[in-house]
């Protein structure tokens, strides 16, 4: 383990040398309102570059990360994150311009926005994208707001978000960050929404409907068709969750599915990296109903196509961030549609759907698999057959880790039992995916043999099993310095 | 064509559907309504690696970045000095393709850096407890307008007249839904107007949202602010540069009840506005209502010290519909530029940092004063932004001056058109005193080309 920083503080060191003022100085007390001159200096660490490098370095190598290990945690579409494109974001006409330069000096960038919104839309079928929301939670939020917009532009105060019981918990808590009631909508016995149940909540109250499709179970709503007729039908809207877009890319559109906003999650399908729990960015498509309502600014193109962008939107839902959103993540996403094209998007996500069917039917006699049709990008298996041993899904989850492997997402959606969500990602080859089988094999029967063996895992991580519990009953939440 | 990312071989394709005991990748996608299927992308076709590098390229050549120009422009975003080892070390691998630590043996090094981020923002805001970060410090003050809301149970959210307006129109946003009322205190002379928050503060506001410096660089009056809040028996939320407080005293010692602001200057690139970082912190009664991720230290089956997400009943995978916050993802990778920047730098050189630019930009606005056609625009005191009151439209001045390679600063007008002769001045370490004297000198000489036409 690494010493805190603030441990290895030697008072009088430091890691850069800055330029002096330069300048005539004057004391800052006759500058700043006495009340605003600070007392005592923030508590900073005091350390050399090298100290300081070495510290974070040896701290990133107690990560598992996707360049160092597989890592199939499903709903969160792990793949490769290119490295030409952290080359782009990182380009000086990129990473030093500033938001509020004229559009003069900044064309490439607005260009590159512009040309991403356009491709975005057509891989989601939509008419239009709005980039600024920045991350996937946040996308959730602008396009339930938009749905808000558009009922009170028909005189119409819905209260009710329906979401499914599978449903990521962002979507609850969005709904109910934009002010209304969620209601949840049961799954039935093959995994998918029950159209029965959804029928008995419609009414002339529901706002919305979202949906994830392949929903976190990994399964496609076939009936989709009807749901969103359904929900049409009494005035709601339909809102596409981009979580699980990877499975659908060159496939089936949301927006040919009926949707009305979809938010796309470019950590996830397009390949920037989740950066140890962001950077994201969750753009929002939007169908003909809901265009007026997107946040402001657009980027427009004009006839000399010069782009420019156009806060003019009276019926917008207005700003959701400051600036653009986050453009870094643009930079690669595009660099990642580019590299692909239109051939190699279907190819990205025929091969995540081959991988994940393949990983199923070579475990599906080990564990039990709650729902037999065809996956797509995941899949769901149980460890109730492991539980009833006496090994949850804990401790085979803490004991892949000893193969080098991040484990899968546990106990999620919560109407499995004993969940593991498994998504592999079309990045991986089939030597890794056949490691991560022989793991979970070897594991299962690791269950029946030496039960012990896993329960005490993980036995090769950089720590043991850690205590969560004494975290949250006694919140020790920073540094503080020795008395 | 082949793909690079896109490991599979054709006879490993055929290889893996004969183990499911498929004919083809049509039997996967049965699911699928026929009639649902897309026809081909209207997206372009794939490109080589070293194609999709000269394109970006190109894109990125079409702007005209500030690190290649003289800059005095500011307004929530600055050119600040990013020393090297910051971008080096955040570029590992381990860093960069991890997710969230959600699990704890194999992810120390970014819970550890989560953990010391949190410590960095505590001691800076002289809060008691942070959270791993929030998308940025718009959206990180309209969750603290939220905050105000779910702890006094109050339903108005006051929000001064000097809050950066995207800012301010973040929160109008994030308040619009859940049905708050947001009032804004009316600015005067550059701060907050007393007597206008005097009469606003009736006994239904849930909190105050003020920024220090304000968006028109200004040193509000905080002690006064303070006082009249908290008789209110409202909560105080202060949107704080990070920068300044190596300088400026720590919003919790004057009486701040929430800290949230911007960290894009701690060592994180400016990138066209983002990704940048928020960072968001609270007392701690409040600490239950504190949106996000937060970190805690633990300890590990064998008794070692370590550390972990924690009090998860906050937030929105457990709590679902009645969770804090929907944030899931924030920005951690931010976050941690800022954690090395602030390491790098350390106690001293934050102080420096705030010096230089305190030192530079009064210096710069003594000079501008001189200059004919130029003036102060308020009284305030302020930080290391100033707002100059310009004889011509500041936009003319701004457009004139990007021909000769300075970006003069931001015109006022573009948030609020009543000021067309404002311009919003912003100076850091990053502007040589060589850039001061080129900016004053070309001010002078544009001033009296026109004066002589």
Redesign the interface.
Known sequence: METLIFDKSISGRRGVTLPAAGVPERPIESLVPAALVRKEPPGLPEQSELEVVRHYTRLSQLNHSIDTGFYPLGSCTMKYNPKVNEQAARLDGFANLHPYQSPDQSQGALQLMYELQQWLAAITGMERVSLQPAAGAHGELTGILMIKAYHESRGQNRRKVLVPDSAHGTNPATAALAGFDVVTVKSDERGLVSVENLREHLDDQVAALMLTNPNTLGLFEEEILSIQQLVHDCGGLLYYDGANLNAILGTVRPGDMGFDVVHINLHKTFSTPHGGGGPGAGPVAVGPALVPFLPVPAIEVDEQGRYFLDADRPRSIGRVKAFFGNFGMFVRAYAFILAHGAEGLVQVSRDAVLGANYLKARLQDAFDVPYGQPCMHEFVLSGSRQKARGVSTLAMAKRLIDFGIHPPTMYFPLVVPEAMMIEPTETEGKETLDRFVAAMRQIASEVESDPDLVNGAPHSAPIGRVDEVTAARRPILRWQPPR | ?P??????TDP??R???G????GS?E???????R????G????????S?WE??Q??????????????QR?F?G???S?R?R?A?V????????????????????????L?????F???V???TGM???N??M?????ATGEAA?MCVRATRRRKVLVSGTL?P??A??V??YA????IEIVTVPQRDGGIDLAALDALLTGDVAGLIVQ?PSAFGG?E???EVATRVKAAGALLAVVADPIS??????PG??GADICVG?GQALGN???????H?GFMACKEPL?RQLPG??????????G???Y?L????R?????????A??????????A?FA??Y????????????A??S???A??LAERISQVPGFAPAFGI?F?NEFVVKTERPAEEI??AL?ARGI?AG?PLS?WFPDLAHHLLVSVT?AN??DD?DAYVEALRSNHLAKVAV
């Open positions: 064509m793909f690079n990312y896109l490991p599979l490993q394709r290889e893996m559907l183990a499911i005991g498929a990748m039997d996967l996608l049965i699911t699928i309504p009639e649902l299927r897309a081909k992308l209207d997206v372009p076709s794939g490109r690696e999709v590098q394109h970006l390229a190109g894109l990125a050549a079409r702007n005209r970045p500030l690190s290649q800059s422009l307004a929530g975003v050119l000095y020393p080892a971008d080096h070390v955040a570029s590992r691998s381990e860093f960069f393709t991890a997710y969230t630590p959600y699990q704890p043996e194999i992810s120390q090094g970014t550890q850096a989560i953990f010391e949190q410590t960095l505590c001691e800076l008691d407890v942070s791993a970060s998308y940025d410090g718009s959206t939220l950066h995207e800012y129109q973040v109008r946003t619009w839904g859940p049905g220090v040193l009056p905080v002690d407080l190596g300088l400026l005293e720590a010692r004057y911007d690139a400016m990138s066209f506005g983002g990704p970082v600490l991720r937060i970190c805690g230290q633990t300890a590990d089956s064998r070692n010290t370590c972990t924690t009090l998860q009943t937030e929105q995978h457990i709590r679902r519909e009645k969770a916050s929907n944030i899931c993802t924030n920005q951690a990778l931010n941690l954690t090395l602030l390491g790098l730098v350390g106690k001293e050189g934050l102080r420096e940092v010096n230089v305190l030192q530079r009064h210096f005191a930080f701004v457009r990007e970006v931001f573009r370490e040589s005193p001061l």
